[in-house]
């Protein structure tokens, strides 16, 4: 992880989950269809990188040991494979001072410590921007947690997670989880956005 000399400086996170190859682009969970959104979400890294705000990249990264494996009957995103890696649309902007990559081995990236690292160093951050998949595993479980920190610090904060922006393997038959996801982060206090 890249070190950000003073996080305090910013004001706002936009949090890019798992925009990477294992889930986009080949290994057992991809689906090249999630890839409709990578235009939406280059539009908002860019006004992030215009405002000169944080971004986060998550990236799924997992050993062969890792206990998720047994949920999803499969491996993915093994560190070293290259599935773990951020997609080429998005890397160029891994790079740029305001950025920041977050390995997670688990479905919250909350539960990264890198992240909470930075959530107990950023506390000036007011608003946190969510894209990226999967919309009601990786995403859900996130913005769910990152929610609850919040709460739990007395951190008044807005939470939007962009609709036109995230995406999921095997949507077409997975729609009454997305359906459900967004009705729990609605309840949660999460705003659910979309481009006009």
Do not use: W
């Amino acid at each position: 992880m890249q070190k950000i000399e003073n996080l305090k400086i910013y004001n706002k996170a936009l949090i890019v989950v798992d925009m990477v190859n294992g889930f986009v682009r080949k290994g057992t969970l991809h689906d090249k269809s999630i890839a409709r959104v990578i235009p939406r979400q280059i539009e908002l890294i860019k006004e992030y990188q215009n405002e000169g705000e944080l971004v986060i990249f998550i990236q799924d990264t997992h050993t062969k040991e890792s206990t998720e494996h047994k949920r999803f009957l499969d491996y993915h995103c093994l560190k070293g494979s290259g599935e773990e890696e951020v997609i080429d649309e998005l890397k160029p902007f891994t790079n740029l001072n305001n950025t920041i990559c977050i390995p997670k081995n688990n479905t919250s990236f909350m539960e990264a410590q890198p992240f909470r690292d930075v959530m107990e160093e950023a506390t000036n951050i007011k608003e946190f921007d969510i894209v990226g998949c999967c919309t009601d595993i990786c995403v859900f479980n996130g913005a769910i947690g990152l929610s609850c920190y919040l709460d739990e610090h007395n951190r008044d904060s807005i939470i939007r997670v962009h609709k036109d922006a995230i995406a999921t393997f095997s949507e077409d038959t997975r729609q009454n989880n997305i359906n459900s996801a967004y009705l729990f982060m609605e309840q949660q206090g999460i705003k659910l956005v979309k481009k006009i």
